[in-house]
């Protein structure tokens, strides 16, 4: 993968300029292989520009680098979340030959009209407004002719500067080649638009179903999918504005029935959001203002399906039980919870994550709790968990992104909101379902049948251990966290201190021979042993300084 280093140098030369034109002197402490506490990147907002120049590639690692508050701070998620590429529109000559490639066949079989004016661009493709010959108005969506070829180079160097990096210090710590190869797969995935067809389906079906609120009032486009390619979307159109531009107008016309209204679409937003993440367990990750529609029908719309998140039912629970704890403004509580989501920890000491959540809550404690953001409280558990070498899983990002995007969603629309009023009525029925599943009688059989398989199984078990017991073969594992380390350091300590004994004989007896050497060859003997014991010494003591434990 180095290799590709040596190729594409246009491409390459475009990159540097791009990059020394934004005034970046931050290249030497990336390149350099010395340990730092934080990666050499640039402000904020010279990072962002450097992406938007560099290209659509640039601007969805961007992108996909907002998602991860483990990684960055929130100044940076803050200048990435908004990332647009600035690109051009593509003449509709070369979006109509993609189309018809796609269709195979002749457009004018398919379509009445074609909106040959693009209705919105996009760094991977193209939405046109069409209507079908039966008459349904859609939305296409074409990719941009050329996209697999730049999306290929620029993945292929992103991957060898990854590589690159990840001999650092920082590129261990920060992962980097796991994080190229993330991004990589997650661009791939954008070029088929199949699969952004298949989430979008998914949600659909998933929100059809709810005991939360009323389906109706929740619009998901449909697919059509015998039209749908790898490069071709088409999906139903939907007609509205984006909720925070569209004029509510409410059945009275009233300023209250204006404010009761915003409301009821706030906790209807609310609802479907922690549905997709609590329940179903696959959320849209990306509800920014612009893919939240407000529609003429007087619903709410969900577009744009093309990020998703998953999370299994066990890391469920546990967001579930962070944010009673960020609302209890327990810091143990969170401390724990921490390592239960984590993927691998080098914690060394738990006091002080506990002390971190303690000074985080600490700004909450004098706080009415609908004064809370929940989003930003996660954003810092986060950061703790990067700060004390705890690596989360990736997924708790997209998690992250997608509550606070709808909370500023929620609270751009109706400034009133208060996440705690919207949350408490669901809590019983979540934890209802984590206790008992959607299908109670279902869980209550197979709790019966694992009882019944303990209770056949534990008097034989039992039977073996007191046989073992008896015969004096009975042996016990037990595996101590982190004793490997304390292993490390002991050995570490005892060999330092057989070293300085050796060190204090080889002086010891170099004095005693030169105080009674009476010939050439003693004298010679003892000089050799003062050399040796010198070099040892000096040794000793630069090993002890470099560990950094010599205070």
């Not at 060898?160 to 993330?182: C, F, H, P, W």
């Not at 995935?189 to 009323?214: H, V």
Request: contains cysteine; aromatic residues 8%.
């Amino acid at each position: 993968m180095v290799l590709a280093l040596t190729q594409n140098t246009a491409r390459q030369r475009e990159i540097l300029e791009i990059v020394l034109g934004n005034g970046w002197d931050y290249m030497r402490g990336i390149l350099t292989v010395g340990k730092a506490d934080e990666p050499q990147i640039p402000p904020p907002e010279v990072l962002r520009n450097i992406l938007v120049e560099l290209g659509p590639v640039y601007v969805k690692l961007g992108q996909l680098l907002s998602t991860r508050p483990d990684l960055l701070s929130p100044r940076y998620i803050e200048a990435l979340t908004a990332l647009q590429a600035k690109v051009p529109t593509v003449h509709w000559s070369e979006i109509e030959q993609v189309i018809r490639r796609e269709l195979h066949r002749p457009i004018e079989e398919v379509f009445i009209t074609i909106n040959t004016n693009p209705i919105a661009a996009g760094s991977i493709a193209q939405i046109h407004r069409a209507t079908l010959k039966d008459g349904q108005e859609v939305a296409m969506k074409v990719q941009r002719p050329g996209i697999e070829t730049i999306v290929a180079q620029d993945t292929a160097l992103i991957k060898a500067i990854a590589e690159l990096v990840g001999a650092t210090d920082v590129g261990r710590d920060y992962d980097v080649v796991s994080l190229a190869e993330e991004f990589t797969k997650a661009l791939q995935a954008e070029l088929d638009f199949t699969k952004e067809a298949q989430y979008t389906e998914e949600l659909r079906q998933n929100l059809s179903k709810t005991r939360w609120f009323d389906p109706k009032d929740l619009v998901i486009p449909s697919i059509h999918r015998h039209l749908t390619t790898k490069k071709l979307l088409v999906m139903e159109w939907l007609e509205g504005q984006p909720i925070l531009e569209a004029p509510i107008v409410p059945a009275d016309y009233s300023r209250d029935g204006e404010q009761k209204r915003r409301e009821e679409i706030t906790t209807l937003l609310f609802r479907a959001f922690f549905q997709q993440m609590f329940v179903d367990g696959f959320f849209h990750a990306d509800p920014h203002p612009g893919n939240i529609f407000y529609l003429k029908s007087d619903q709410v719309a969900l577009i744009d399906c093309g990020m998703v998140g998953r999370l299994d039912p066990r890391t469920q629970q546990i967001l579930v039980e962070v944010l009673l704890a960020i609302v209890d403004l327990d810091a143990k509580r969170c401390s724990q919870l921490t390592l239960d989501l984590s993927e691998s920890s080098q914690l060394t000491e738990l006091a002080r994550l506990e002390q971190d959540y303690e000074k985080m809550l600490r700004k909450y404690y004098n706080v009415s709790l609908s004064q809370i953001n929940f989003s930003e409280a996660f954003y810092e558990i986060l950061q703790i968990a990067r700060a004390n070498k705890i690596k989360m899983p990736g997924n708790l990002g997209l998690y992250a992104k997608s509550l606070a995007n709808l909370e500023g969603v929620a609270r751009g629309f109706n400034p009133e909101v208060n996440l705690l009023n919207e949350f408490k009525p669901l809590m019983t029925d979540l934890f209802s379902r984590q206790l008992f599943g959607d299908n109670p009688l279902q869980t209550a059989l197979r709790a019966a049948l694992d009882i019944k398989a303990l209770s056949l199984q534990s008097p034989r078990q039992f039977e073996v251990v007191l046989d073992r017991l008896s015969s004096e073969t009975l042996q016990w594992n037990l595996r101590i966290r982190e004793l490997s380390g304390l292993r490390r350091s002991l050995d570490n300590s005892a060999n330092r201190l057989s070293f300085s004994i050796v060190v204090g004989s080889l002086i010891m007896g170099a004095a005693i021979i030169s105080t009674g050497a009476h010939t050439r060859q003693l004298a010679l003997l003892s000089d050799v042993l003062f050399t040796v014991a010198t070099l040892f010494g000096l040794w000793l003591i630069i090993s002890i300084l470099r560990s950094g434990y010599w205070k």
